[in-house]
């Protein structure tokens, strides 16, 4: 099972917005509504940041935004800020074998 | 507190084993399906391993079948994850975590597990 594809790095300048997307295929992202992200600090565990697709964890600022288009998920950070920055992976349900894939993270640069 | 311990880590020689543990606190661990989640070095998460709330059902990555058992224990509310014939690939900080999709997902700090000679 291969890892869902993500940009490496992307940036932005503070109240910029940014896109990271998320590739699957349609056995997993394609498949379910069931993609997360988290977002991960240095030297810390992860933080679920987005669930079922769209959903915001609990705490989590409106800032961040997910959506999903056929195989492709994505995660937006409006009105970007320094304590954005950060490591962000997704993650999807991928069926009853292996049942999760997660992404080659992204790592969020703060200009 | 609702929380997630792992512990067991260390350094071990290729071709040993090593036992980690997820203590469960502050929340109703028969309730939840449990991960083990690694991440090597500067690399990113990779799925291990994840257990039914009753431990019916397993699962495990492709590059763990075999090698690797989990397990767990609810009436101590703990996580275990049995590893066999380690490899130096399976270094990597491992994390356990409560239900990786859905709103009640939790994960813990991580222990790091080194596998040299």
């Known amino acids: 099972q291969s890892a869902l594809t993500q940009p490496r790095s992307v940036s932005g300048s503070p109240g910029q917005s940014v896109t990271i997307s998320c590739t699957g295929t349609s056995s997993d992202v394609g498949s379910y509504n069931y993609v997360s992200w988290f977002q991960q600090y240095p030297g810390k565990g992860p933080s679920l940041i987005i669930y079922d697709v769209t959903k915001r964890a609990s705490g989590v600022p409106g800032r961040f935004s997910g959506s999903k288009s056929g195989n492709t998920a994505s995660l937006t950070i409006s009105g970007l800020q320094a304590e954005d920055e950060a490591d962000y992976y997704c993650?999807?349900?991928?069926?009853?074998?292996?049942?999760?894939?997660f992404g080659t993270g992204t790592k969020v640069t703060v200009l | 507190e609702v929380q997630l311990v792992e512990s067991g880590g260390g350094l071990v020689q290729p071709g040993g084993s090593l036992r980690l543990s997820c203590a469960a606190s502050?929340?109703?661990?028969?309730?939840?399906?449990m991960h083990w989640v690694r991440q090597a070095p500067g690399k990113g998460l990779e799925y291990v391993s994840g257990?039914?709330?009753?431990?019916?059902?397993?699962y495990y990555a492709n590059s763990v079948k075999g090698r690797f058992t989990i397990s767990r224990d609810n009436s101590k509310n703990t996580l275990y994850l049995q590893m066999g014939s380690l490899r130096t690939e399976d270094t990597a900080v491992y994390f356990c975590?409560?239900?990786?999709?859905?709103?009640?997902?939790?994960w813990g700090q991580g222990t790091l597990v080194t596998v040299s000679s």
């Open positions: 993650c999807s349900y991928a069926g009853p074998y292996i049942p999760y894939v």
């Open positions: 257990i039914s709330i009753t431990g019916g059902t397993t």
């Open positions: 502050g929340f109703t661990f028969i309730s939840h399906a």
């Open positions: 975590a409560r239900d990786l999709n859905g709103s009640g997902n939790l």
